[in-house]
């Protein structure tokens, strides 16, 4: 279905310059003088670039049938990891390249999304939030609150992040996955 810069929203997914873009934000532009234009921020559902383009008036392009489905992580394979999914019990090997920003955070046994384009797997989509251990960490300070500067911290999937001075080797914590942030203790 071929659309205009009008029709732009968040969220929605788009064909452009041959590839697949999700539109992250938008904004409609009516200058004083000339016709008005929409400024936007895009992310390369491939590659996971994210570019500003700016659309005129004229500019036709088509909307992307993306769907996810759910699937389990079983395990790692040479480059690339087994799903399984939940509903049909098939068995699929995605590219770690795939994959990309989602590795960090994934266990084997997770739940996940993967978000596909016709046959193409563009990457996989995590829970909000994560349990993980702490496998390597500087020893907690004694009297230490949250709101100190905080230090490194390994997780079992070789993430490193940030996590407050009391969190010690070995605990359990709560990690979200869009920005790597500690949450709390789990």
């Given amino acids: 279905m071929a659309i205009g810069m009008n029709d732009l929203k968040t969220g929605l997914t788009i064909e452009y310059s041959n590839s697949i873009w999700r539109v992250l934000e938008f904004q409609h532009v009516k200058p004083g003088k000339g016709a008005a234009f929409v400024r936007s921020k895009l992310k390369n559902l491939r590659t996971g670039a994210v570019n500003e383009v700016t659309f005129r008036p004229g500019d036709k392009f088509?909307?992307?049938?993306i769907s996810t489905r759910p699937m389990s992580y079983l395990y790692a394979e040479n480059d690339g990891r087994v799903?399984?999914?939940?509903?049909?019990?098939?068995?699929i090997n995605i590219s770690d390249d795939n994959l990309q920003e989602a590795l960090k955070f994934m266990l084997e046994g997770m739940e996940v999304k993967i978000t596909m384009y016709g046959s193409e797997v563009l990457?996989?989509?995590l829970p909000s939030?994560?349990?993980?251990k702490?496998?390597?960490?500087?020893?907690g300070i004694k009297g230490a609150t949250a709101t100190g500067s905080g230090k490194p911290a390994t997780v079992e999937t070789g993430?490193?992040?940030?996590?407050p001075d009391?969190?010690?080797?070995?605990e359990t914590i709560i990690v979200?996955?869009?920005d790597g942030s500690y949450k709390g203790r789990a």
């Fill in 166 to 170: 009391f969190v010690n080797e070995g």
């Fill in 134 to 139: 702490v496998t390597e960490t500087q020893p």
């Fill in 83 to 91: 799903f399984m999914d939940t509903e049909t019990y098939e068995q």
């Fill in 123 to 125: 990457g996989a989509e």
């Fill in 159 to 163: 993430a490193t992040i940030t996590v």
């Fill in 176 to 178: 979200n996955t869009e």
């Fill in 62 to 65: 088509e909307q992307a049938e």
């Fill in 129 to 132: 939030t994560v349990t993980l």
